[in-house]
């Protein structure tokens, strides 16, 4: 298998430290409002990846971390008179919501970073023992970039161009020893969240929180370390500086970055106000159209999102799914019969042929995740499928055939067999409860039954009659 190494810049053949085994951590989002759709693609591309490696055999041990102490936070927290753990707080379990809708599953382990600090306290410790950072006057902990020989080695940068670009913004009032020292841990500001250190109350850097997150839950040598293209520089730069100075080892041995969602070309972000939530797109569509709109395109490649996009994957994932439902109800319709047990000889002779479309699916999967690839590969047996299954067909060809569809789908994170659908009674019971709630005023209960809702594509109108609800 290949992947993509943005530390060698090319591909090369994929050879875990452990036979049988992959470590993998991807780096997650601060959690200080719904995720948009370009944090979505870095989950759902690396779920897919992960997905791939256990459909190979491998033990995946999988870590995403939120993190969940950030300006951002803190600066939501003030507006809206609450702490800043409450706002994390609510925004993770947002987050899960949404994650479980696109299913994506959860990972082995979620730490959250103000559940690890004695971990960077210690990784900060050892650092400074060894040279590599140093604590200013004011109880700031630098990181001496200098000192890690091997800065840039990710993101190409060279030291002293770097240097260049911050000699005229050398920020006065800044106690560093050099320009290029990061921040480790840092003095809190008043009313800020903190904890109590050998240098001063603060709290960490965001590079720290994932070279010890890393470490705890995976060792100081990993096999895949993933995020989005805009942390490689400098968020993955600084960590490789951190945690290879401080463990001594190589940290992970294959860096993977999915390239931007893009919105007219301009990537989607917060600050550009230029995004949707996952939830807004849930008001429209089944999130499984959101996810196959993102396998619709290489992880590398740049993702404009528009709504013919959109419209294309709904119809894409439509034709999936009514190949595999056409399969499970022939299936059912023949249960009766008693010509149905063992395939044909002819039948078995079609079977072999699928065996060129899952051939088709590894290899585009074995080229680094070639997803765009892997998806024609499906529809090329949806294609057969429904060219040679029919109400004459045995039940054992229609049942291969439906396990062989299903098996690429789970890959892709793609559900074949719809859930069933929340009845009716459900949705007005909640309907009933979030009518409750803002009647004694609980909004943030209220709003959660909407979301809710609205992840199972239920949408709920209010009018001067009552609420309205309607199936998206
Ligand atoms: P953040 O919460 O901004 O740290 O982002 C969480 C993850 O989403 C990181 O891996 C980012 O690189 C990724 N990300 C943010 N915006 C986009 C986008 N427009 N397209 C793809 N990935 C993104
Ligand atoms: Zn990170």
Not at 197 to 220: F, Q, T
Request: with cysteine; charged share 30%.
């Amino acid at each position: 298998m290949k992947v993509y190494n943005t530390l060698t810049k090319k591909k090369e053949e994929f050879t875990p430290l452990e036979e049988g085994k992959v470590s993998m951590y991807v780096c997650g989002p601060t959690v200080y409002n719904l995720i948009h759709i370009g944090n979505a693609r870095p989950m759902i591309v690396f779920d897919t990846v992960r997905r791939y490696l256990e459909y190979k055999g491998y033990e995946v041990n999988y870590v995403s971390n939120f993190t969940d102490v950030d300006d951002k936070i803190i600066k939501k927290s003030v507006e809206e008179g609450i702490p800043a753990e409450e706002v994390a707080k609510r925004y993770i379990a947002e987050c899960k919501k949404d994650m479980a809708a696109m299913n994506v599953k959860p990972a082995t382990t979620h730490p959250l970073a103000t559940q690890e600090i004695p971990g960077m306290l210690d990784m900060i410790s050892a650092l400074i023992a060894k040279g590599y950072a140093y604590a200013a006057e004011d109880g700031t902990v630098y990181y001496r970039t200098r000192n890690f020989k091997g800065y840039g080695k990710l993101s190409g940068k060279n030291i002293d161009d770097l240097q260049a670009g911050h000699r005229d913004i050398q920020v006065t009032g800044e106690l560093k020893e050099d320009p290029l020292d990061f921040v480790l841990w840092k003095p809190k500001k008043e009313g800020e969240p903190y904890w109590e250190s050998p240098w001063c109350k603060g709290r960490p850097g965001w590079h720290i929180e994932c070279s010890v997150m890393a470490k705890k839950y995976l060792g100081d040598e990993i096999d895949i370390h993933a995020g989005g293209e805009d942390l490689i520089f400098p968020h993955h730069e600084n960590e490789i500086a951190q945690s290879e100075a401080a463990n001594g080892t190589p940290f992970a041995r294959y860096w993977l970055h999915n390239a931007f969602l893009n919105i007219d070309n301009k990537k989607m972000s917060k600050s550009l106000g230029n995004f949707f939530t996952v939830r807004d797109i849930a008001e429209k569509y089944d999130l499984q159209v959101l996810r196959f709109f993102m396998l619709s395109a290489h992880y590398r490649s740049p993702l404009n999102f528009s709504a013919d996009l959109m419209d294309a994957a709904k119809n894409g994932l439509e034709r999936i799914l009514t190949a595999a439902e056409n399969l499970r109800r022939l299936s059912e319709a023949s249960a009766g019969s008693l010509s149905t047990d063992g395939m044909t000889d002819e039948e078995q002779k079609l079977y072999a042929q699928t065996d060129a479309h899952v051939e088709k699916f590894e290899a585009s999967m074995e080229d680094d995740f070639n997803t765009a690839d892997a998806v024609s590969a499906v529809f090329e047996l949806v294609k057969f499928c429904n060219t040679h299954a029919s109400s004459d067909s045995s039940r054992a060809f229609l049942n291969a055939l439906s396990a062989r569809l299903t098996q690429l789908c789970d890959v892709l994170g793609i559900i074949t067999e719809k859930e069933e659908e929340m009845l009716d009674e459900e949705i007005e019971q909640l309907i009933a409860e979030r009518q409750a709630a803002r009647k004694v005023k609980n909004f943030a209960r209220a709003d959660e039954i909407r979301d809710q809702l609205a992840a199972m594509g239920i949408i709920l109108k209010d009018t001067r009659e009552g609420v309205i609800w309607k199936r998206s």
